[in-house]
């Protein structure tokens, strides 16, 4: 199964971003994009930024990721 993950882009240099994820930090390509600026949340799918996601949007699914996960009988 794949996930797409909302993040959020702290530094951008042309087509190469480093994006945060719940305070993690990534490198991320968003080439797929047709624009992009630091502070914009996206959409992030196998290290490419598929999609511009609206800030409340994105918090909200963060909050059910997180939900989920501590859902999660194995942690």
Known sequence: MCLAIPA?????????????IGGVTR???VMLLDSAAVGDWVLLHAG????KLDPDE??????????????????
């Open 8 to 20: 959020q882009i702290l530094t951008l240099e042309e087509t190469r971003a480093v994006v945060s």
């Open 27 to 29: 490198e991320a390509s």
């Open 48 to 51: 490419f930024a598929i999609e």
């Open 58 to 75: 994105a918090e909200k699914t963060l909050a059910l990721i997180r939900e989920m996960a501590d859902a999660d009988p194995a942690r």
